[in-house]
């Protein structure tokens, strides 16, 4: 459905558009049943929706106990003067949550968790790793600037932390554990930490409230701590990183700082993979992409993100160029797919070696660019499709990559019916057939595909198993066979089991390629008589049955003197 | 002072009215809660969200900009409260919309098959879907608001309901 009409359609049940835009809605209503199911459906979730909201209610007033609360807080009537009152920045209150994950703030991620634990360690008299003793002595009385690390680096006048979050970071359990195994002395000592902590961006990151938030997160200074974070933090493309310009804009910005506190996020990161993919020149693009924070954002991306075969596939250059391309992202960043991404069969695809290889087909990579596969892959019984083991197998043939780059494919593939077929295994062993790439290519099998009789035809099961064999798609390759195929009448004659192991039979499709048979299959009285119940229901007599299997019987009809007589 | 708008008891409640800001609470705690609650997904969580959200803009009211609408500063602070709340529960905890509770008044509606579909649905949306929803159904909010509140452009507001609402027509109805 156009984007226009979707546009309206949510617009006219929020009561968005204007009357004239509203009379349009009705119209389009009227003439279109896929845009009317659609409105009356999100109407009718709109409408539950407020019943829900009017079973919630609240038990017990709030205003009781924050009356209380703000007494015991700040002591009556004195709320401007007990505590500083700080300008609230806009993303102090709410990050930005487009910005969340986003391009190339993702892979400065690794600097900022550096960055948490500099600012924590650094500019503090923090114990030495004695660790015969590491508690309880730490300063209460605000920040002091750390003598013996770089005096020259920060100044106290560069950083001025707020003593009660300072004092959390230091007293919590992990920081602890870290100075007193020795992990953060390491790590400070490290040159490329040191390099870090003089970047320009550096206090003017140290005085963000945000920054704080993130600096007592946890498994942000565990993750900081990490071998695999070190090795990262020496890396060459590490120090062109955080020289940047792009760092030290990233470095300002809350919503970067909000991002790198999310569970998700920093689980992530510390996963190992993560951290050598993060080095990969090819991710490094793909993160600069505005629509990877889109996709990124979803949490079910997150869940597949966490597979380790995922990395694999995303280092691929093949991948990164497949993901550079906006469209895809588009598809990608489609809730439907995430969806799918997040569906355990969708993991187990992936997880699955062929994946690279399939991210390494140059063809793929080409059909997949290609305008109208982002289209294919947004709707829902694709990723329907997707999901079955088997299609995977099959994306990888270059017979079906070669057929699924036809524009005709991408439109029959849309076709509901198609879909349906596509779920069946069968279809995607039929659909690795070199022999069905061939025919499937030839453009008036493709008009014949995208007839509904056929698809509902092709999706019988027994079909399926009729099409593999090769002596029906020579069969089927025949321009008369298309056209009695397109028929609805054969439809339902086929749909017939009995039919089905007729035409099961290799003399059968022998006959059925014949020129003759060919005649006959286009004449209209043969499509009558294969619609006429009596047929059919000749067609389901058993004798029929051994009476077509029989070799005589189909050498009458290949002789000719039987077929063309019924033909005229 | 019941009757009283927002911007003056916003402007009382800066002269040091306590009494002003809990006719404040009271005028929003229900919506407030509501959005904590489709947000967190526990009613004693989604208390303890409300009220520190409350106290929050109680601190930081002098930097209330009103050129927007008190009760969008409001919900972004809640949003916000809610959406850090989140972040710190142990991953994978259960997060079901209005959990049964003891004061969980609405234990009784559970049962009606249709709600509870609804709610499961809602769950299980990605948060940043479940907050345009949440915004728009229960709180009836403008696109202009919700842009303001979650500080995101009109046209990503509108696109990120278009996604949400088609994911939970998928969930409802498989289609």
């Avoid at chain 1, 849309?414 to 069968?426: G, H, Q, T």
């Avoid at chain 1, 030839?442 to 999706?459: H, I, K, P, Q, T």
Wanted: with cysteine; proline share 4%; charged share 25%.
């Amino acid at each position: 459905m156009k984007q226009e009409i979707t546009e309206l359609i949510q617009a006219e049940i929020d009561g968005e558009n204007s009357p004239e835009q509203s009379r349009e809605v009705q119209n389009i209503l009227k003439n279109n049943p896929e845009a009317e199911k659609l409105y009356n459906d999100l109407r009718e979730i709109s409408e539950n929706l407020v019943k829900l909201k009017n079973e919630i209610e609240l038990a017990e007033p709030l205003s009781a106990n924050l009356k209380n609360d703000l007494h015991e807080a700040t002591g009556a009537d004195k709320r401007t003067t007990t505590k500083t009152i700080h300008k609230i920045k806009k993303e102090e209150v709410m990050p930005d949550s487009k910005t969340f994950f986003s391009g190339k703030k993702a892979a400065y991620f690794a600097a900022i968790a550096a960055v948490a634990l500099l600012v924590v360690f650094v500019t503090t008299d923090f114990p030495q790793p004695n660790t015969s003793d590491v508690t309880g002595t730490i300063g209460t009385d605000g920040v002091e600037r750390a003598e013996r690390y770089r005096a020259t680096q920060i100044t106290s006048a560069d950083v001025i932390l707020e003593d009660q979050h300072y004092q959390e970071i230091l007293q919590s359990d992990v920081f602890q554990r870290l100075a007193a195994s020795g992990e953060l002395q390491e790590l400070a000592n490290n040159p490329a930490f040191i390099e870090l902590a003089q970047h320009s961006a550096f206090p003017e990151l140290a005085n963000n409230p945000a920054f704080f938030e993130l600096a007592r997160d946890a498994s942000f200074i565990e993750l900081s701590a990490s071998p695999a974070f070190m090795e990262l933090a020496n890396h060459p493309s590490f120090a062109r990183m955080r020289n940047s310009a792009e760092f030290a804009e990233l470095a300002r910005d809350a919503s970067f700082l909000e991002l790198a506190r999310h569970s998700s996020f920093t689980e992530l990161a510390r996963n190992a993979d993560f951290l050598e993919l993060s080095r990969n020149a090819n991710f490094a693009e793909l993160a600069a992409n505005p629509s990877f924070a889109e996709l990124a954002r979803l949490f079910p991306f997150a869940e597949l993100a966490r597979n380790a075969s995922f990395f694999e596939v995303a280092a691929n250059p093949s991948f990164a160029e497949l993901a550079r391309n906006t469209r895809a992202f588009e598809v990608f960043a489609n809730p439907e797919f995430t969806e799918l991404a997040s569906n355990p069969a969708f993991l187990e695809m992936a997880r699955s070696s062929s994946i690279a290889e399939l991210a390494n087909n140059a063809s793929f990579v080409d059909l997949a660019n290609r305008f109208s596969f982002p289209d294919l892959a947004a709707n829902p019984a694709f990723a329907e499709l997707a999901r079955n083991s088997s299609f995977l197998e099959l994306a990888r043939n270059a017979s079906f990559v070669e057929m699924a780059r036809s524009s005709s494919f991408a439109e029959l593939a849309r076709n509901a019916s198609f879909a349906e077929m596509a779920r069946n295994s069968s279809f995607v062993d039929l659909a690795a057939n070199p022999a069905f790439a061939e025919l499937a290519r030839d453009s008036r099998f493709m008009e014949l595909a995208r007839n509904s009789s056929f698809l509902e035809l092709a999706a019988n099961p027994s079909f399926m198993e009729l099409a593999r064999n090769d002596s029906f798609m020579r069969m089927a390759a025949n321009p008369a066979f298309a056209e009695l195929a397109a028929n609805p009448a054969f439809a339902e004659l086929a749909r017939n089991s009995s039919f089905m192991e007729v035409a099961a039979n290799p003399a059968f499709t022998e006959l059925a390629s014949n020129a003759s048979f060919a005649e006959l299959a286009r004449n209209t009285s043969f499509a009558e008589l294969a619609a006429n119940p009596a047929f059919l229901e000749l067609a389901n007599n058993p004798s029929f049955v051994t009476m077509m299997n029989s070799p005589a019987f189909f050498e009458l009809m290949n002789s000719g003197r039987f077929s063309m007589p019924l033909a005229r | 002072m019941a009757e009283a708008s927002d911007k003056i008891l916003v402007e009382m409640c800066l002269k040091g009215d306590n009494k002003a800001f809990d006719t404040l609470v009271r005028r929003y705690e229900l919506p407030m809660y509501r959005t904590a609650l489709g947000i967190v997904g526990d009613s004693d969580l989604a208390r303890d969200v409300t009220q520190t959200a409350f106290m929050k803009s109680w601190e930081k009211l002098t930097a209330y900009n009103d050129e927007y609408k008190f009760y969008s500063w409001l919900y972004r602070i809640v949003v916000h409260e809610a959406l850090n709340c989140n972040r710190g529960k142990k991953k994978n905890s259960p997060l079901s919309l209005y959990q049964p509770g003891a004061e969980n008044p609405h234990l009784i509606l559970q049962k009606k098959e249709e709600s509870q579909n609804l709610r499961k649905a809602i769950d299980r949306l990605p948060e940043d879907y479940k907050v345009v929803i949440l915004l728009r159904h229960f709180e009836e909010l403008s696109y202009k608001e919700m842009s303001d509140i979650l500080d995101l452009e009109v046209k990503t507001v509108k696109s990120r309901l278009y996604s949400a609402r088609i994911l939970l027509r998928k969930k409802l109805y498989n289609r």
